[in-house]
């Protein structure tokens, strides 16, 4: 196997985990850095989950006569996966706003603010950003 092909396998893996971590830290910061079954959403299986669905989803769209899925069954489950995750980070981004409330700079108010806004109608590429755009304010709100 070529080694660029094995390079890139790779970082796809790495990237996979770090969404999946990222977004559990997301809620478990959100709610006091609660164990993994602290609270509901704590949890990067679930995250793992809505990407698996993704994944069904869009290889079932990519080749229709290859996948043997139920298209509408796939499209469900797909559209819950995502309700799901929007939703836990939702709730968690407004506890992290209600928690710093008068701390936050505005750059990080915001993130914040922009970040819910993109969880309104929420699409797989909107969820990675926010949990991209969250994760890295993580670090500076430790620090208030």
Do not use: W
Request: charged share 20%; glycine share 6%.
């Amino acid at each position: 196997m070529n080694a660029i092909v094995v390079n890139l396998r790779l970082t796809n893996l790495i990237t996979y985990i770090m969404d999946a971590m990222s977004y559990e830290a997301i809620v478990r910061f959100a709610n006091g850095d609660c164990g993994r079954y602290g609270v509901a959403g704590a949890d990067a299986d679930i995250y793992r989950g809505f990407e698996r669905a993704g994944a069904y989803y869009n290889e079932r769209m990519a080749n229709p006569n290859v996948h043997p899925n139920n298209l509408a069954e796939l499209t469900l489950k797909y559209g819950i996966a995502i309700g799901e995750i929007s939703a836990y980070l939702n709730d968690s981004i407004e506890r992290i706003e209600n928690l710093f409330e008068g701390r936050l700079t505005e750059e990080q108010s915001q993130v914040l603010s922009s970040s819910t806004s993109a969880l309104l109608e929420p699409t797989s590429e909107a969820i990675v950003t926010v949990i991209e755009k969250v994760s890295d304010l993580i670090p500076a709100l430790r620090e208030l």
